[in-house]
């Protein structure tokens, strides 16, 4: 079950990089040579319905620990469902990408802002 505990950990360390990597770019920009990958890989499981392989690997953990899985995802086991909001309804759904849009369209376009005004000081000089 340690094992199980440890991939939750993970998955849940990937998931709140993919919200909060473009922030964290504007402090250290090498973070989008990670954030990038990840953000797009979590975006196409989410979109595409793929199962992830993280959760895959935690209930294959948790099956051969004998305890219990879980059936909505990662993120309804662990957060929407908790707080009362059932994964499935289509105002999670939507909570669920503005939460993921917002932060990286303010983090990438602060990046991409700071790159116009660094390519014009550039061709000024």
């Given at each position: 079950?340690v094992?199980?505990?440890a991939?939750?950990?993970l998955h849940g360390?990937?998931?709140?990089?993919?919200?909060?990597?473009s922030?964290?770019a504007l402090?250290w920009?090498?973070?989008?040579w990670?954030?990038?990958?990840?953000s797009?890989?979590?975006l196409?499981?989410?979109?595409t319905?793929?199962d992830?392989?993280?959760?895959?690997?935690?209930?294959?953990l948790?099956?051969?620990?004998?305890?219990?899985?879980?059936h909505g995802?990662?993120i309804?086991h662990y957060v929407?469902?908790?707080?009362?909001?059932?994964?499935?309804?289509?105002?999670?759904?939507?909570?669920?990408?503005?939460l993921?849009?917002?932060?990286?369209v303010?983090?990438y376009?602060v990046?991409a802002?700071r790159?116009i005004?660094r390519?014009?000081?550039?061709?000024a000089q």
């Open positions: 079950m094992l199980a505990g991939v939750a950990v360390a990937a998931v709140l990089f993919m919200l909060t990597g922030l964290i402090r920009s090498r973070a989008l990670l954030h990038v990958p990840v797009v890989a979590i196409g499981l989410y979109l319905g793929s992830c392989p993280l959760t895959s690997l935690e209930l294959a948790r099956e051969r620990a004998g305890a219990p899985g879980y995802g990662f309804g929407t469902e908790p707080l009362g909001f059932p994964i499935g309804a289509t105002s999670t759904q939507v909570g669920i990408y503005v993921a849009f917002l932060p990286n303010f983090g376009g990046l802002a790159e005004r390519r014009g000081l550039d061709r």
